[in-house]
């Protein structure tokens, strides 16, 4: 089924997907106490296949996920209309995969922009949440980020909807994550999905992984 979507969503959404993409941007999103240098390979991929590429780096810990989705919207407006771009792909590592999908999920931006979102990736996302959050969380390390990515009934990440609107989602899991679990990763709203033989960090620096994410952003699927 997961195929089948994928063909579907590369041909309707993306009938000629090779082109120029000066017109195309990509916002890299990085993980819960990560960094942007962590995005350098995806984003110098992308720069390669013509992208306008925007490595978006937060605050990770202390806020809420709706906090940073928040002034995601507010960017990625003013990048939008700054640059006068036709189009924004997302991509995003772990929590920052979150904070795309509570941007898209929550009706965040106009309809007009909603209507104009290309492809997103998800690179390991606690999409049902994070047994490792919720440990340390109980532990007494009250960082509201990790009581947004707990993995228990009710927390804003087991909370979130999917997001309505029509662009593909790809996710990419990976088989030797020790904090986000193969089980917690998928998405009813994904259109591919990927697992790669990697860690939850070290996924970001494979080369199958750059690879695949550049395709997606490309066509709306990870490919053959």
Same mark, same amino acid.
Not at 62 to 75: F, G, K, Q, S
């Given at each position: 089924m997961v195929k089948f979507l994928a063909s579907?969503?590369?041909?309707?959404?993306?009938?000629?997907?090779?082109?120029?993409?000066?017109?195309?941007?990509?916002?890299?999103?990085h993980g819960l106490m990560g960094h942007s240098i962590l995005m350098r390979p995806i984003r110098s991929r992308l720069a390669r296949l013509g992208?306008?590429?925007?490595?978006?780096?937060?605050?990770?810990?202390?806020?809420?996920?709706?906090?940073?989705?928040?002034?995601?919207?507010?960017?990625?407006l003013d990048w939008w209309h700054s640059a006068d771009l036709d189009r924004i792909h997302f991509v995003g590592h772990s929590m920052g995969g979150i904070i795309i999908r509570s941007l898209l999920g929550n009706a965040m931006l106009p309809v007009e922009s909603m209507e104009r979102v290309g492809n997103v990736v998800q690179?390991?996302?606690?999409?049902?949440?994070?047994?490792?959050?919720t440990r340390v969380y109980r532990r007494g390390i009250k960082?509201?980020? @990790?009581?947004?990515?707990?993995?228990?009934? %009710? *927390? /804003?990440?087991?909370?979130?909807?999917?997001?309505?609107?029509?662009?593909?989602?790809?996710?990419?899991?990976a088989s030797r994550d020790r904090i986000v679990p193969l089980a917690n990763t998928p998405l009813q709203q994904a259109t591919d999905y990927r697992v790669i033989p990697a860690g939850h960090t070290t996924i970001l620096?494979?080369?199958?992984?750059?690879? @695949?994410?550049?395709?997606?952003?490309?066509? %709306? *699927? /990870?490919?053959?």
């Open positions: 579907c969503c590369e041909l309707v959404r993306h009938p000629n997907p090779v082109g120029p993409r000066e017109r195309d941007g990509v916002v890299l999103l992208y306008r590429v925007r490595n978006w780096s937060y605050w990770s810990l202390p806020y809420a996920i709706e906090t940073h989705a928040n002034r995601l919207r507010d960017d990625v690179l390991v996302p606690p999409n049902h949440g994070s047994p490792i959050a960082f509201r980020a @990790l009581r947004d990515l707990a993995d228990t009934e %009710g *927390s /804003f990440v087991t909370a979130l909807p999917d997001p309505s609107a029509d662009f593909c989602m790809g996710i990419l899991a620096f494979r080369r199958s992984t750059v690879r @695949l994410v550049g395709h997606f952003v490309q066509h %709306g *699927s /990870f490919g053959g």
